[in-house]
Structure formats: structure tokens, C-alpha cells
């Protein structure tokens, strides 16, 4: 049994075409990762920047997983939301990114993408707001079937992690 | 005296998880000659003759004219002569601590004080507060306290571990909530403000003090000192200012009357120490609940680890391919797939190519960026062969392609990387180019495609981005082709590599040298079995040479031993060898 310590923050978004931003995020992992600690899942506070170009959210992230292999190595999946001045929330798009496999402190940067809808739709979104979202949101985390997709590429998500591995030398496995 | 060493007056802070009640502390306070003794005399009035008597000679010879010690429980309340005389009289208490001191002090007058100069203060009392008040920090006379820090002191104040806040509970939820939970003030008041700084660990204090006025003028308040302060805080933090003497030599305050009296005291730590037998046993409860808390995780996750066959060499990678950056036309996405040289393998389930959505190109700075996040994660086999020569690490192919609302479909580059040989975390910028087409007209009509009615030349074999799977010789080379230079594609891996050999040797070693060694091993199990050949032969040979010196008497098997040694000096170790065996022999037919 190894284990994996995942400590860190989900920092905050830049270069959204708005902002006054949330995020909701959720680690998954293969079928032999258990949690044992802490709480993979989370929504952050809505972060109206003044006058720059990121929302600072500094969210903690910090769980504890233990696993029987190496399968299904833990990911980090993303949701950026913003409201609106009416308090609207409006998908701004969905990001993914593995956990890095090497202990140590990671600045991450992750990117997000949001689907198009057709031009009416879109010409609508541009005064009423609302977009299309995924049916399935596993789709962001499963490559197939993603060509039937169309999309428009959003901003970043900062993270930082600090990640601590135990044993994993243990059973011959250089991370 | 005073120069020789440096005055450490610096607190010290430690950390107990025993019960604070049983702290004890021992306090030693001596008066000694004056430092003015030179000019002033002795210092004393006549009636301090008997004490004179009794009075010895400390290690820097200085006559000690006064010894007072006095060994304190934690908040263990001592008077002093001013209190005595404040509490003795009744009309000055007005709480019901005062009243319980008045008692106390009653009972003292009765008894006799166990104490004479030195005496403490509790938490619970008024003059303790004093002892915090705002100290100046410079030598200006005008110091005042700023706001914050008289706010600080505000904060620091420790009884707030039983305050409550004055918000009645069908308030509590009418801010915005999340579970019931309210999670802004709107309108803090001081005592919330107080109550949830972050400086409110509730602090205990505990000060000794000491009367040092001169002799016979005991109770004025002018004279007292403070010796020690001791702070306990609910994390088990003891604070001890200044820190205890130990070793050290003891602290020296001047001070008391026309005469300058020298006080040096001395803090001592003297609480009951734990047992051997007591400690370990509390060692080994801790140990114990370690245990139950590993097999309880073992329980659930079970102890076992996926393994693999040794000589398997396994790479995986979790990646994703994050962006495509600077291509001619919008709304891009990748087709991407993974080469695997000869001899590596996989499951045979496992798709090795893929392809991303398309994607919108937004403009940041001056870049225009399309997003994918478009995760792929591969889990690659290798046998560590004895025959293998060159080692092959696998590729991935990157087809970055635009298409438009016309159907209108653009080759936007070509490109490749090897998956990373080192295993964590990496970034790679792949940059990408396409092909245009022959020389001449071919590569206007082309051009003339791409812009109008889309499409262009395309490789035929995508691998030709690479070395081509087809290509034989000596020479790889691409002149010929005429290409453009495209955008770039960043994309992230993470990899992790497993092998059996790599458990044998936990060194820290760069996993590559790893991997070698690894193949090394695999290769060396062949010409194993010939050294094994060789030591058994070795071996044999060895048994019988020893078989043959145990019969050899023993005077003179050691004589020949001592020849041996002298004769071997300046030899090499050829010789040597020859010599020894030359000797054993001679021996052995000497024996017989």
C-alpha cells in the first residue's frame, strides 16, 4: 500500500472574459485509490477582482489518498463559473489536469474550454447570458468522444500543490 | 564583574503534555556584598549582625548576606509584605477573591510567612495586570502606545475563554449562511473583534516577584521586581522568561536603596520527573495506537501492491495535451497518436490514439491560443532483453488540423515527441510544422487551395514527422521536402516508471541509470552461469587446500606462516600467490 498526500490551493482564474468568478473543483481517482482523509470535492467563493485580470480564490485543497497501484493516478477536474451582476451563474468553462507524479511543491496551470452553441445561441448568450453545457461531464475527463465537440478556449485556473509519497520506492516505482 | 559575560535575559519556550498543576519551580535569591563596597563600607544596619555570621562566600567572592529560597507550584499564591498589609485590613477588599486573600492572610499572621522577599503573582490577580501594562520600548520620555499596539494588549488579555458572544441564536442565520454556519459579521462588535483574533490562544501567567528593598524597609512597592515570568497557553506551550539558570551562571539585578545591593537568584526547574518505567509505558501506548491506526489503513486498502514479473519494464503516463498556440487558421484541434518502437507492448485494450475537440483560438497577449485539456494515459510494457542493444523509448505524433463552418478542412502542422525518460512532472513545446508541396507550380496551386477551398498536401506517413518506419541506411535525410513552420502544441506528461530492479537498489540514482542498471542485471543473468562455473571450480580448489593445512601440525604451520610473510614483502601478488602454494605444498609433504 502506497500512499499520496495532496495539499494545496486551486490559487485562482485569469484571463476570463469576465470576472467575478467561482469554481467548483473535484479530485477522481481510479477504482484502487481509497480517501482516506479530507474532502475531494469543493466549491469556492465568487472573487470580484477591482481592477485586475484575476480572481483570487485561494481555495485549500487537501486530501489523502492510500492505493493498492498505479492505475488511475488522481486528476483534478474544474468547472469556472461566473455570476453576474443580477446573481446569474453562467458555465465559463471546463478545465482537467492530472496530479504530477513527482513529490514536491507544483505550480500548475490548467486550461479551460466551454462549448459553442449555434450562432443564434450565441448571439443570445451575448445579451441574456447562458450557455450550452455538457450533458455528461465525464467528458472531461474521458478523451473519447470528445471530437463532436466544439469549443471555445477560456482562461486558466492556477493551482499549486504540494504533494508527499510514501512507499511508492517501496515496490520498485520511480515517481 | 558584570562584563564577563553577556546578560542573557531571553525566555524560553517548551512544550508539555503533561498536566500543568504539576509544575514546580525553584527560586533562589541572594543578596550579595554591594558592588560600591570599595567606598561605602559594609552595607546593613547593626542589626544585621547575626546575619553576617551566617553569611558564606560565593564562587566569585563576593560575601552572600542574605539567601532566601522558594519552590512555587504553578499559581500558587505567596504575599508580600504589601499585600499583607493591603489584604490584612479588611476594608480595603471589595471582591470575593479579596476576602478569600484577606482570610488567607489572617491565617498567615497567625502561622508566621513562609516568605520574605519573594512572592508571586496568580492569574486572577489584580496586580498581575499591572505587571502587562505598556512597557516604552524606547528611552524617549513622550512613548506613547499606538493603537494597535494598546489593541494588541487588549487582545492578549486572557480571560476570554469564557466570554460568549452576545448574538442571540435566532440572529445567527440571518447573514448569508452556508449550513447554518454564518460566515461574515456585518456588524462586529469590540468584544467579537477581541474574541476572534488570531492571537486568542488564552494565555495563563504566572509572575515571581521579589522585594528588594533595603533591609528593614520591606512593603514598598517601589522595590519590587519582576524575576520571573511563566506563561502557559491551552496548546501546552509553557513560556519561561527568563529561561531556567541551569549551568549557567545565575541572573544579577542591581538594585535597592542608597547602597546598590547586588541580587543574583536563580530559576530552577523541579517538577517530579516521569519515571523510566512510566515513560516507557507511555512510549509504548503511543507505539501501540501508531499500529492499530496502520493496520486499520491496511484494512482498508489492504496491504498488497501491484506487481510486476521482474525483467518487466513498465512506463506510465498520465498527460494532457493543453494547447496549440500561433496556427494560421481558428477553430483547431489535434489528432494525436503513440509509436511504439520494437520489443514494447501494451494492453491490447488500450486505445493509443486519440483526438481532441476542436477549439475556438482566443487572443491573449499576442498569441492566439486554442484550449484542449484533452487528458491521455498510457501504460507501456518493456522486457528487459539480454540481447537488447539500442533502446527505444516510445513517440507520440501530434496532426494539428483547422476546420471551418464550410467543411473546409487545413493541415496546420506536423510534429512529435518522445514521452519523457524521467519520471514526474513535464512540460513540452512541441513545434510543428507542414508540408507544401513540390517546388513550382504545384506549390502555388496549393497555397491557392489551402486559402480558397481548403485542404493541402499531407504526409502520407504521419511517422515521416520522426525518423520514418520504413527508412533503412546510414543517413536520415529530409532534403527535398519544402515545408512551413506552423504554431506550437504544449502539452503536459507525467510519468511514472516501474521495474522490479529498481525496488533491489533504493538509492537516489537518476532513474535512467536505473534502467541500465536494470538492463545490465537482465543482461548479466546470462554470463552468470559462467562465473558460476568458475567460483564452484574456485571453491572446490579452496576446500581441499584447507583439508590439507588442518593436518599439518601446528609449529610448523605457523613458522612457515611468519616465512611466508617476510619473504612476501616486495613481491607482486602473482608471486605471492605462487609462494603460498609453493609453501602448502612443501608442507603438506613435509607432513606426511
Known sequence: MAEVHIIGQVVGGSEFPNQSLFCKWGIHAGGAWKLIAGTKEGQTQVDIPENEDFAYWSHPIDVHYATKGLQGWPRIHLQVWHQDSFGRNELYGYGFIHVPTSPGCHTLECVTWKPNGTFQEELMQRFVGGCPQLKNPDLVYSGADRYKLHTTAMGKVHLKLNLVFRNFDKYGVEC | ?592
Not at chain 2, 490577580?125 to 494597535?148: C, G, I, K
Not at chain 2, 581441499?544 to 612457515?560: C, F, K, T, Y
Open chain 2, 1 to 592: 564583574m558584570d562584563k564577563l559575560y553577556e546578560k542573557d535575559l531571553g525566555g524560553a519556550t517548551y512544550r508539555s503534555r503533561d498536566p500543568i498543576k504539576n509544575f514546580t519551580v525553584k527560586i533562589k535569591l541572594q543578596r550579595l556584598s554591594a558592588s560600591t563596597i570599595g567606598f561605602l563600607g559594609k552595607p546593613g544596619s547593626p542589626g544585621d549582625e547575626n546575619q553576617e555570621i551566617t553569611s558564606s562566600v560565593n564562587q566569585y567572592g563576593q560575601t552572600i548576606l542574605e539567601n532566601e529560597e522558594l519552590t512555587v507550584h504553578w499559581q500558587q499564591k505567596f504575599f508580600s509584605q504589601r499585600e499583607m498589609e493591603f489584604y490584612g485590613f479588611e476594608p480595603n477588599c471589595t471582591s470575593v477573591l479579596d476576602y478569600k486573600y484577606h482570610a488567607e492572610v489572617e491565617h498567615i499572621k497567625v502561622g508566621g510567612r513562609p516568605n520574605t522577599r519573594l512572592f508571586t503573582y496568580v492569574d486572577k490577580d489584580r496586580f498581575s495586570v499591572v505587571e502587562e501594562a505598556y512597557v516604552p520600548m524606547t528611552t524617549s520620555v513622550n512613548e506613547m502606545p499606538s493603537h494597535l499596539s494598546s489593541r494588541v494588549t487588549e487582545v492578549r488579555r486572557r480571560k476570554n475563554a469564557n466570554s460568549s458572544s452576545t448574538l442571540q441564536p435566532w440572529e445567527l442565520n440571518k447573514g448569508r449562511s452556508v449550513s447554518g454556519m454564518k460566515l461574515v459579521e456585518e456588524k462586529p462588535t469590540d468584544e467579537f473583534t477581541v474574541n476572534h483574533h488570531v492571537l486568542n490562544t488564552p494565555v495563563h501567567v504566572f509572575i515571581i516577584m521579589a522585594d528588594l528593598s533595603p533591609e528593614g524597609q520591606l512593603g514598598s512597592a517601589e522595590f519590587e521586581r519582576r524575576l520571573c515570568t511563566i506563561e502557559y497557553d491551552d496548546n501546552c506551550v509553557i513560556r519561561v522568561s527568563p529561561d531556567f539558570t541551569r549551568s549557567k551562571p545565575p541572573y544579577r539585578i542591581e538594585e535597592g536603596g542608597l547602597s546598590r545591593d547586588i541580587w543574583d537568584f536563580q530559576v530552577e526547574h523541579v517538577s517530579n520527573v516521569v519515571s523510566k518505567m512510566e515513560s516507557r509505558r507511555e512510549g509504548k501506548v503511543i507505539s501501540e495506537l501508531y499500529r492499530k491506526h496502520q493496520t486499520y489503513l491496511k484494512g482498508l486498502v489492504g496491504e498488497s501492491f501491484e506487481e510486476l514479473p521482474s525483467g518487466i519494464f513498465r512506463l506510465l503516463a498520465y498527460g494532457e495535451i493543453l494547447s496549440a498556440e500561433s496556427f494560421e487558421y481558428d477553430d483547431l484541434h489535434v489528432e494525436f497518436f503513440v509509436d511504439l518502437p520494437k520489443n514494447w507492448s501494451c494492453d491490447p485494450g488500450q486505445l493509443l490514439s486519440g483526438c481532441t475537440h476542436s477549439s475556438r483560438t482566443t487572443l491573449t497577449g499576442n498569441t492566439e491560443r486554442a484550449y484542449f485539456a484533452q487528458p491521455f494515459n498510457y501504460q507501456l510494457f518493456f522486457p528487459l532483453q539480454e540481447d537488447q542493444d539500442t533502446l527505444d523509448w516510445p513517440k507520440i505524433f501530434l496532426h494539428v488540423i483547422s476546420s471551418d463552418t464550410w467543411g473546409r478542412r487545413r493541415t496546420e502542422g506536423y510534429g512529435y515527441f518522445s514521452l519523457p525518460t524521467r519520471p514526474g512532472c513535464q512540460r513540452i513545446v512541441v513545434q510543428c510544422w507542414r508540408p507544401t508541396g513540390n517546388e513550382g507550380y504545384e506549390a502555388i496551386t496549393s497555397e491557392l487551395n489551402r486559402f480558397f477551398i481548403g485542404g493541402n498536401p499531407e504526409l502520407e506517413d504521419i511517422s515521416y514527422a520522426a525518423i520514418p518506419n520504413t527508412f533503412e541506411g546510414k543517413h536520415l535525410s529530409k532534403y527535398g521536402v519544402r515545408t512551413e513552420t506552423g504554431g506550437s502544441v504544449t502539452v503536459q506528461v507525467n510519468c511514472i516508471q516501474q521495474c522490479k530492479a529498481f525496488q533491489e537498489n533504493l538509492s537516489t540514482a537518476v532513474s535512467r541509470k536505473k534502467l541500465q542498471s536494470a538492463l545490465q542485471i537482465a543482461r548479466g543473468q546470462a554470463s552468470k552461469t559462467a562465473i558460476h562455473g568458475v567460483m564452484d571450480a574456485y571453491q572446490r580448489a579452496r576446500k581441499r587446500m584447507q583439508l590439507a593445512r588442518e593436518n599439518v601440525p601446528n609449529q610448523i604451520r605457523e613458522s612457515a606462516e611468519k616465512n611466508a610473510v617476510e619473504k612476501l614483502r616486495g613481491l607482486t601478488t602473482q608471486d605471492k600467490i605462487k609462494n603460498i602454494l609453493r609453501k602448502a605444498e612443501d608442507e603438506q609433504t613435509e607432513a606426511k
